[in-house]
């Protein structure tokens, strides 16, 4: 028997408002997606969503800003949305088959064109509204001055048509990688370090010398569940009983404040309302075992 490969690879979604890019993207990863608050990713180009199977995982990247710039920051935005392209394995790009192909499409084609290396595919959203015909009008209607289609995919991100196909081709182009992100991981959460840091922080400075810098947090859970609040669950972990009886204080008076202030800290950082729920455990020289620290979500670069 031969060993299996597994196959990873970056994919840029690009196309104007409204085309169906997001529809799409819940289709393939699911409900959970783009969690995040937005305002605090403006800048840079967040993945959206990851795609894991037995053998394969795509991460699909966002491009946020790709209109014409009005402004020297939409200028900037711009930029970054399309360096983003350079990046990718490959790049959807997706338009709509109920409307003509118009100056938007246009100002993204152009930029396209300039992409030499990396695969792009034309995919033609909401086929489920159109007759073939006028279908068979809009696909050529893209093939004139633009870029050299990988594969022209007609697809219904509503109704999923040819969903599956195009999910297996992306694949089949991919090459041999490493799976970047756990199985369960639907949205990559560069914040998680950085609020860990901030809990953890919190528990230094007001138990202050009584429990030793070798207190960890672990992110267990960041999720929108409402419009009004992110909810972050963390776990305290501590290697003594008597470190984790500090850090919960009299009548829970010290997690609560640990709690309080570090939510408000990580409302700062996300620019949104936080529902912080922390747990304190006790994990006996955790430090020392790294099958301990896996499972507490650990990777190498945390440190
Ligand atoms: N009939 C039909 N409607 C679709 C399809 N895909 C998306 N839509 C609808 O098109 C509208 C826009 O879809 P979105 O997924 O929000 O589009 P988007 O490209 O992510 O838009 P922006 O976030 O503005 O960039 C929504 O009302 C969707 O329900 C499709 O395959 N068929």
């Given at each position: 028997?031969?060993?299996?490969?597994?196959?990873?690879?970056?994919?840029?979604?690009?196309?104007?408002?409204?085309?169906?890019?997001?529809?799409?993207?819940?289709?393939?990863?699911?409900?959970?997606?783009?969690?995040?608050?937005?305002?605090?990713?403006?800048?840079?180009?967040?993945?959206?969503?990851?795609?894991?199977?037995?053998?394969?995982?795509?991460?699909?990247?966002?491009?946020?800003?790709?209109?014409?710039?009005?402004?020297?920051?939409?200028?900037?935005?711009?930029?970054?949305?399309?360096?983003?392209?350079?990046?990718?394995?490959?790049?959807?790009?997706?338009?709509?088959?109920?409307?003509?192909?118009?100056?938007?499409?246009?100002?993204?084609?152009?930029?396209?064109?300039?992409?030499?290396?990396?695969?792009?595919?034309?995919?033609?959203?909401?086929?489920?509204?159109?007759?073939?015909?006028?279908?068979?009008?809009?696909?050529?209607?893209?093939?004139?001055?633009?870029?050299?289609?990988?594969?022209?995919?007609?697809?219904?991100?509503?109704?999923?048509?040819?969903?599956?196909?195009?999910?297996?081709?992306?694949?089949?182009?991919?090459?041999?990688?490493?799976?970047?992100?756990?199985?369960?991981?639907?949205?990559?959460?560069?914040?998680?370090?950085?609020?860990?840091?901030?809990?953890?922080e919190k528990v230094l400075q007001l138990t202050r010398q009584e429990v030793p810098h070798s207190v960890?947090?672990?992110?267990?859970?960041?999720?929108?569940?409402?419009?009004?609040?992110?909810?972050?669950?963390?776990?305290?972990?501590?290697?003594?009983?008597?470190?984790?009886?500090?850090?919960?204080?009299?009548?829970?008076?010290?997690?609560?404040?640990?709690?309080?202030?570090?939510?408000?800290?990580?409302?700062?950082?996300?620019?949104?309302?936080?529902?912080?729920?922390?747990?304190?455990?006790?994990?006996?020289?955790?430090?020392?075992?790294?099958?301990?620290?896996?499972?507490?979500?650990?990777?190498?670069?945390?440190?």
């Amino acid at each position: 028997m031969t060993e299996k490969v597994f196959k990873s690879g970056f994919v840029a979604i690009i196309g104007r408002p409204n085309v169906g890019k997001s529809t799409l993207l819940n289709r393939i990863v699911g409900e959970k997606i783009a969690i995040m608050s937005d305002k605090a990713q403006t800048t840079r180009n967040k993945i959206q969503g990851i795609y894991t199977t037995d053998d394969a995982q795509v991460v699909f990247i966002d491009t946020p800003g790709v209109h014409k710039p009005q402004n020297s920051l939409g200028d900037f935005m711009v930029k970054s949305a399309f360096s983003s392209l350079h990046e990718a394995d490959a790049i959807w790009f997706v338009v709509d088959a109920s409307m003509p192909r118009g100056r938007g499409d246009d100002f993204i084609i152009e930029r396209l064109k300039e992409i030499k290396a990396t695969p792009i595919y034309l995919l033609i959203n909401k086929v489920d509204l159109v007759d073939p015909q006028t279908l068979l009008d809009i696909i050529a209607s893209y093939q004139v001055e633009a870029p050299e289609w990988q594969e022209v995919y007609p697809i219904s991100a509503t109704e999923g048509d040819n969903v599956p196909q195009l999910l297996e081709n992306i694949i089949s182009i991919l090459d041999e990688g490493p799976q970047y992100f756990d199985a369960d991981q639907l949205t990559d959460h560069p914040e998680r370090f950085v609020i860990g840091e901030l809990i953890r922080e919190k528990v230094l400075q007001l138990t202050r010398q009584e429990v030793p810098h070798s207190v960890a947090v672990v992110i267990d859970k960041i999720a929108r569940e409402n419009e009004e609040k992110i909810h972050v669950q963390a776990s305290i972990i501590v290697e003594r009983p008597t470190q984790k009886n500090i850090i919960i204080g009299k009548q829970g008076k010290m997690i609560k404040q640990i709690g309080t202030r570090a939510r408000q800290d990580i409302e700062r950082l996300l620019g949104d309302k936080v529902f912080l729920e922390t747990w304190v455990k006790v994990e006996p020289r955790w430090r020392d075992r790294p099958q301990a620290l896996q499972t507490l979500g650990y990777k190498e670069q945390d440190y």
